[in-house]
């Protein structure tokens, strides 16, 4: 921790609730440091931090009551310490200065350890204590119901995690745990189901007992159907089952899968799982946006590793961050060293100059077409040395062709990318397809007005999406 003294306009300095360990201030104290203050008397400087996010403002981190004091006298500037605690949590700082004067009542001992507990879970009872001036044990008591809650939130996360087939040291790594603390978890994970099966045994639906246990619904999905085969599966899930290559849905299925730009519908992943899967098998999805491909694969008992440049760690654990487009000097490389390779690779990139507002700015959606192509040249090779010779790919794309300005009669040849473009790539990048399926996107998005305008200029509009399948030569 580093400190620098200096002088300071008293109106630059604020008290922050968030980071004061008592319930409110003394005025009979503040009284007689005012009267000290007007007797001459010298203070030791009061200690601040500068608030994060607003320049030039400084936050108390002891000296409330000087710093009242010196306030009700009028005075305008004062000498303080601004210090830089280099990470350590301010709340708790404050807390150990704080005890020097006068304790902490038990109310302010017990609300200052809940609310360091709750922002840093990797602090000790020990040093909880020593900063609020209390005993292990005592702060054991103040927070045994908020690490009770923090435990199990944890164990789901590494129950969801163990589900999909993550290796141990990708989930220890994700979540922060050393190795003893993630081999605690996995010890809990045999009995962890059990008041989960009892409640479905019982009768209630999957959504109350993941809202009971704070489970989502694809991991109650998931235990529930554990005996079931394929096809049982699809009609528990009430999913009527394609047997012929043209899948269209009219909706995605909310149950699995966040809301997100670019959501494809449950159904078609769980179709190509279905097809070109089999049980335990491991999938891989490299850019898994909303979630809907790990929690298909949970619902139909696949293994699944799922990466994207959004992190979300909070819910989605299970999606490792990663980010694929490097600078075009750089190589692109493979984020993880395993020796198991995927069986099946389902790959929804972000299709050609569609949401790219809605993604980071490093997303692929803002490339240019050279570059968007350039980016999937490159990807479809580091892909193919990374598998299998015998791991599948399914490639979900869709054709773009600037259709809202230009009648149908004017787009020239090669003014958009089509799907015979995708196909061209694949083969140079030595993959071969097996099957196009044709999934399209709804056309619900466009409302009438616009359908009308359409129809006037004789544009002819888009919604052709395929599910490519692909296999490598050999
Ligand atoms: C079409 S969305 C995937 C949607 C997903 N299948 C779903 O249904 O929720 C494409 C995803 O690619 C991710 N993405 C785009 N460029 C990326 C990059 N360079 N590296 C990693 N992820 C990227 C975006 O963050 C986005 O979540």
């Known amino acids: 921790m580093t400190q620098l003294t200096k002088i300071l306009p008293i109106s630059a300095i604020i008290l922050d609730e968030e980071i004061y360990p008592r319930k409110g201030i003394d005025h009979r104290r503040v009284g007689i440091f005012a009267e000290n203050i007007r007797d001459n008397f010298k203070f030791d400087p009061i200690e601040v931090e500068p608030v994060p996010g607003r320049p030039g403002k400084y936050r108390l981190l002891d000296g409330a009551h000087r710093w009242s004091a010196y306030k009700s006298t009028g005075t305008e500037k004062i000498k303080v310490i601004i210090k830089d605690l280099d990470g350590y949590d301010p709340l708790l700082y404050a807390a150990t200065k704080a005890i020097g004067p006068k304790q902490l009542t038990e109310d302010e001992a017990r609300a200052t350890a809940r609310r360091v507990y709750t922002k840093n879970s990797s602090l000790s009872s020990i040093n909880i204590g020593k900063a609020i001036g209390r005993a292990r044990r005592t702060v054991d ?13 944890m164990d789901i996360k590494v129950f969801r995690m ?25 010890s809990k994970m045999a009995a962890l189901p059990n008041s989960t099966n009892a409640d479905l045994s019982r009768g209630f639906t999957i959504a109350q007992v993941a809202q009971k246990h704070g489970w989502t619904d694809p991991m109650v999905w998931s235990l529930a159907l554990e005996d079931k085969d394929d096809l049982e599966r699809f009609t528990k899930l009430d999913w009527g089952l394609r047997t ?15 809301d997100w730009p670019g959501r494809i519908p449950a159904q078609l992943i769980a179709h190509i799982l279905f097809y070109f899967s089999k049980t335990n098998d491991l999938i891989l999805d490299p850019m898994a946006g909303g979630g809907v491909t790990p929690d298909t694969c949970l619902a139909l008992n696949r293994r699944c590793w799922a990466f994207d440049m959004m992190d979300r760690i909070e819910t989605r654990p299970e999606i490792e961050p990663c980010n694929w487009s490097l600078p075009s000097d750089e190589k692109l490389s493979w984020p993880i060293s395993s020796k198991e390779k995927p069986d099946l690779i389902i790959f929804d990139p972000p299709y050609f100059n569609k949401k790219a507002g809605d993604y980071d700015k490093k997303s692929i959606s803002g490339l240019s077409k050279k570059e968007y192509l350039e980016f999937l040249e490159t990807f479809f090779v580091l892909l193919r040395h990374n598998v299998k010779k ?25 003014g958009g990318i089509l799907i015979n473009d995708y196909l061209d790539i694949l083969k140079k990048t030595g993959w071969y397809h097996t099957h196009i399926i044709q999934a399209p996107m709804s056309s619900q998005r466009f409302n009438a007005g616009v359908v009308s305008a359409m129809q006037k200029k004789r544009i002819l509009g888009v919604t052709s999406r395929y599910v490519i399948i692909l296999k490598q030569m050999g």
């Open 141 to 153: 008591t103040y927070i045994a119901d908020l690490r009770a809650a923090i435990h199990m939130d």
């Open 162 to 186: 163990n589900r999909l087939g993550i290796p141990q040291d990708r989930i220890a790594k994700r979540l922060g745990l050393v190795r003893t603390s993630l081999h605690y978890h996995l």
């Open 244 to 258: 012929w290559d043209l899948w269209q849905w009219s909706d995605c299925d909310k149950r699995f899968g966040d």
């Open 390 to 414: 015998t791991t599948r790919f399914a490639f979900i794309n869709a054709d773009w062709r600037n259709f809202q300005n230009t009648p149908a009669a004017e787009e020239i040849y090669k």
